[in-house]
């Protein structure tokens, strides 16, 4: 019996090629992302985010599934998929782009890889893209092929994860350059590696492609780390929500468009190429908006732990400690990602709200369900808004 064998998990949900190792470093919780389970819980999560920004964690994130797209099409097809201009993307580049519907409506918020002239992949958030693009590829008229390789990443973040990538690699990997990969080998282990990761810290992402290597991998990086202190561990929230990261299904969903975001430098309704939602998103452009995402500072006790529902936001200073809209509440937004930030020692929030409420210094009342708490609307990201420890 292996370790893995406690957890009681049965075989419908996918176990990525780390799972035992995880398990064997000390996972204690997982949960299912894109049909597949991702460890949550490595222990206390404050210490979690202490162990990010101070030096290196790494964390099994496999379930960022890959959407592989090829064939003498495959750069067009791409194009028609996201609302983001491609004209310019190198081979070798990375760029964070949105996919979107007819509607102007996100369905994914992945990182756009090209590996060659007419290779991509679409590393995913949690939805299903593939059966998205194997769909519109039907109609396109597009000679491509889509199919989800053997491909899992693991993400390397945290200040001394450089340091960790030349033990691993030797010294030119730190002149990969932010939204770049490159194609490395360790050890006869096929690795695609880039500049990114979902931590708004220094880090690097290893896609590994022989998942029957994983585990090896593993125990490689964690070995070569141990010098700098790296550390398993979990996607933060904390050090996430500080940067203003989306988090899909929380953050967006089908039903949110760029405009409300603020992700307009990811569109351009303007360009020649056609893609999916263009006439939707100019007419958005034009009309506007009827609701926004902002920042929220919250009072109150230190919240034990990320919202696991949607705060219901009113202006009246009465709402409901249930959640319950009453007759009387005047409910002008939700809270989607809330958590205490032990660096910044405040409760932060993002949030969306209806546009009249979302000017700076607005004051909110939200209802967790066990209290009312007052919400103040900043700017955000809340630490480092130019990113410039991420890209340094």
Partial sequence: ?????????????????????TVRWGARGFSVYNHMYIPRDFGDPEQNFWN???????CDVAVERQVE??????????QLLTPRDLSNLAIGQCKYILI?????????DPILLRLGENHFWISLADSDVLLWAQGVAVNA???????????????????????????????????????????VDLDGI????????????????????????????????????EQFGLKPGHTSSIRRIEGAMLSYHADADIHTNPYELGLDRLINPD????????????????????????GLVLDGAPLTGPNTRFWPISTDGKGS????????????????????????????????????????GNQLTVSTGSDLVQATVVPKPFFDPKKTVATG
């Fill in 69 to 78: 797209i090829q064939g003498p099409d495959a750069a067009e097809f791409v």
């Fill in 321 to 360: 400690k249930d959640g319950k809209d009453g007759k009387d509440d005047k409910v002008v937004g939700k809270v989607t990602s809330a958590v205490y930030s032990p660096r910044l020692k405040q409760n932060i929030a993002l949030a969306m709200v209806a546009v009249e409420h979302a000017d700076i």
């Fill in 141 to 183: 008229g597009l000679d491509v092929s889509i199919h989800e390789p053997d491909v899992s990443p693991l993400q390397l973040q945290g200040p001394r994860s450089g340091d960790i990538m030349a033990a691993l690699f030797g010294d030119d990997i730190s002149n990969l350059r932010y939204y770049w990969l490159r194609e």
């Fill in 190 to 225: 096929p690795l695609i590696v880039s500049r990114t990761g979902w931590s708004s810290e220094l880090g690097y992402e290893l896609y590994l492609q022989d998942g029957s290597r994983g585990d090896e991998l593993w125990e490689k990086i964690m070995a070569a780390g």
């Fill in 271 to 294: 360009m020649e190429a056609d893609f999916i939602g263009k006439k939707a998103l100019q007419a958005i452009r034009t009309n506007g908006v009827s609701r926004k995402q902002v």
């Fill in 1 to 21: 019996m292996t370790q893995s064998d406690d957890f009681g998990f049965g075989t419908q949900i996918r176990k990525s090629p780390y799972f035992d190792a």
């Fill in 100 to 108: 979107t519907n007819a509607d102007g409506g996100i369905l994914n």
């Fill in 52 to 58: 990010l920004v101070n030096t290196a964690i790494l």
